[in-house]
């Protein structure tokens, strides 16, 4: 079992950043490929990008070049930096642990980012 615990979401004016961190509990973390995914209001949701325990990263199309992903194996967190956020960037941001056929999920944070 893995207990994953969101923070640093918050109310963000489009054009600024944020930091979201996970932190990790119950296994060994680095094994793991982290995700972030995100849920806007009425949507399904969404993939923003991941890093597996190598540390390669990948990113969906909405947030590249904005965002970066990065992982402190010694911390047991996995960082999220959003960079000149847009309004569209608004939802809740899940942390997401996976390794072959188990998948846990964090209980998630806030994002608005207002015009």
């Known amino acids: 079992q893995v207990q994953l615990v969101e923070s640093g979401g918050g109310l963000v004016q489009a054009g600024g950043s944020l930091r979201l961190s996970c932190t990790a509990s119950g296994s060994i973390f680095s094994i793991y490929t982290m995700g972030w995914y995100r849920q806007a209001p009425g949507k399904q949701r969404e993939l923003v990008g991941g890093i597996t325990s190598s540390g390669r990263t990948n990113y969906a199309d909405s947030g590249k070049g904005r965002f970066t992903i990065s992982r402190d194996n010694g911390k047991n967190t996995v960082y999220l930096q959003m960079n000149s956020l847009k309004v569209e960037d608004t939802g809740v941001y899940f942390c997401?642990?996976?390794?072959?056929?188990?998948?846990?999920w964090g209980q998630g944070t806030q994002v608005t980012v207002s015009s």
């Open positions: 997401n642990a996976q390794r072959v056929s188990v998948n846990f």
